[in-house]
């Protein structure tokens, strides 16, 4: 595997790369899945509502508070729910699923085995930032998992109302940590995500961290920290 020289600056993505969804979904914890059963959401109306649903958060994404986005996930739900009339869900259980979403950080997100190891390693020999599709929940569940701390900077979707691999995502990125874009990486798990940064003159890298990644045509692949070690020029 080929190194890439003169790296200052490492963007990591979040979801997928550095922590993950015990329940396997972003938008359904375990606790959820009481009340959404999985196989009922599995159903043509249930998927038509919940892609709807979905449509709609992403037109309102640029939000300031947790409280905003409680409100948006508490919509969604009940527009799922809606689509499920037969689960009987009142409003108290809608609130106890959006409650759960926006606010349970110790039973709904995990970090992978290797996540902090990487951190450490990476530590002070780069400047490190986020690059991330997120919600302002986010903050409080970094610093509750202890990980804030490892960056310099952050680039959240919420903030600017747009998603990667939207360039604006990749142009904040940049000018927060004040590098020019050769000398930096990203690692995501996505490859669509990559070649926007790849754009932007970012040099581009795939993390194989969850079950199911495939290779990206141009762009190296790692796997966790000897990898990117080994990727970099150190």
């Known amino acids: 595997m080929e190194k890439l020289h003169n790296i200052k600056g490492i963007f990591f993505d979040l979801g997928g790369t550095l922590i993950y969804p015990p329940s396997g979904s972003w938008m359904f914890s375990e ?25 709609e958060l992403d037109g309102h994404h640029l939000l300031h508070t947790v409280e905003e986005e409680y409100e948006q996930f508490y919509g969604y739900y009940k527009a799922v729910a809606k689509a499920l009339p037969e689960l009987g869900l009142t409003g108290d259980d809608l609130r106890i699923v959006t409650e759960d979403k926006v606010y349970n950080k110790a039973d709904n997100y995990r970090m992978f085995d290797s996540t902090l190891d990487t951190l450490e390693a990476v530590r002070g020999r780069y400047r490190l930032g986020i690059i991330s599709d997120t ?9 509750y998992l202890g990980i804030l701390k490892y960056f310099d900077c952050a680039t959240f979707s919420f903030e600017l109302g747009a998603f990667k691999p939207d360039r604006r995502m990749y142009e904040d990125a940049l000018a927060k940590m004040g590098l020019p874009a050769e000398n930096t990486v990203f690692v995501d798990d996505s490859a669509r995500n990559l070649y926007g940064a790849q754009e932007a003159g970012i040099n581009p890298v795939l993390i194989r961290a969850m079950p199911g990644i495939g290779l990206a045509e141009g762009i190296p692949d790692i796997d966790r920290i000897s990898g990117i070690l080994g990727l970099l020029d150190v």
Not at 31 to 55: C, H, N, T, V
Not at 135 to 143: A, K, T
Request: glycine share 2%.
């Open 31 to 55: 606790l959820a899945y009481r009340y959404f059963p999985k196989e009922r959401l599995q159903e043509p109306g249930p998927q038509k509502a919940m892609s709807r649903a979905s449509r």
């Open 135 to 143: 919600w302002p929940s986010i903050v409080p569940l970094l610093e």
